[in-house]
């Protein structure tokens, strides 16, 4: 390496928290409709932000798999939602060509097949909205490109809570893949950052959001990588937050940021 030069980092050296990879859109009918939205707001608020806190962890860490999403074919996939009186919620999406994740179509499954009547109308909205972005003739605009899904969360008083608890999931996940790369077990890592079994658990859990900023870190120096977190100015309602590429915004209460202090 020449003199004078600062060497960057190898990529695994570095574990970052980051931007949304595929932020979340609505589709949009010919009419100005938003299906995904509209049969949203018919459920309860509980079922609403369990929903959306799938739907961001999708999107905070696509590409990604089973339990929370499922690929169906044909460039679609589905968000799988475990509500209470044993319902699941399908949220079919597929991510367009600007990397967006368009939400095409939803239902509570009833059966263990996804209805073929419910992929054909994924399918039909997914063309649609493709042929929306490839339309040259501007005087006959077409785009099925509709609201942003964080001001529909923003609206519903969940977006920060449903951010923290994706954001912690996909930090979880990556701990642990990382964990299985380097074929530490839970005891051998627990004993690393001088901690019990009981409090790992809790520190890989995905559901488990009560955990400090200096925890998340230590863990990822005992990997072999750093925790990078971006501290950046609340948006106004209705306008989109400015994060610097390869970022995210991490909610945290100033308790656990002292927490972490140390």
């Not at 609403?48 to 696509?62: A, H, L």
């Not at 954001?167 to 964990?179: H, N, S, Y």
């Not at 520190?203 to 971006?230: C, E, F, H, N």
């Amino acid at each position: 390496m020449a003199k004078g030069k600062r060497q960057k980092p190898a990529p695994e050296a570095e574990a970052a928290v980051r931007q949304k990879r595929i932020p979340a859109i609505f589709f949009k009918t010919e009419a100005g409709g938003e299906p995904v939205r509209e049969w949203l707001k018919s459920l309860s608020r509980e079922d609403r932000k369990q929903i959306g806190t799938d739907i961001m962890t999708v999107e905070f860490g696509w590409p990604m798999g089973m339990p929370v999403c499922r690929p169906l074919g044909h460039g679609l996939y589905e968000v799988r939602t475990t509500l209470s009186s044993n319902r699941i919620a399908r949220v079919l999406f597929y991510v367009d060509k600007r990397r967006r994740m368009v939400l095409l179509h939803s239902f509570i499954k009833k059966t263990q097949k996804t209805p073929a009547d419910d992929l054909n109308l994924a399918a039909g909205n997914k063309s649609k909205h493709e042929r929306g972005l490839k339309m040259k003739d501007k005087s006959k605009p077409i785009d099925h490109s509709g609201s942003s899904f964080d001001e529909f969360l923003r609206e519903e008083g969940v977006l920060e809570e449903a951010e923290a608890v994706a954001i912690k999931r996909v930090i979880a996940w990556q701990l642990r893949r990382e964990m299985q790369r380097k074929r530490i077990t839970k005891k051998v890592m627990a004993g690393r950052l001088r901690t019990s079994r009981s409090q790992l658990d809790r520190l890989l859990d995905p559901q488990y959001a009560g955990v400090t900023l200096g925890t998340l870190s230590r863990a990822a120096m005992v990997l072999g990588k750093r925790l990078k977190v971006q501290v950046i100015e609340a948006p106004a309602a209705g306008r989109s937050l400015r994060k610097r590429p390869g970022h995210v915004a991490l909610p945290v209460k100033p308790n656990k940021l002292a927490a972490s202090k140390g």
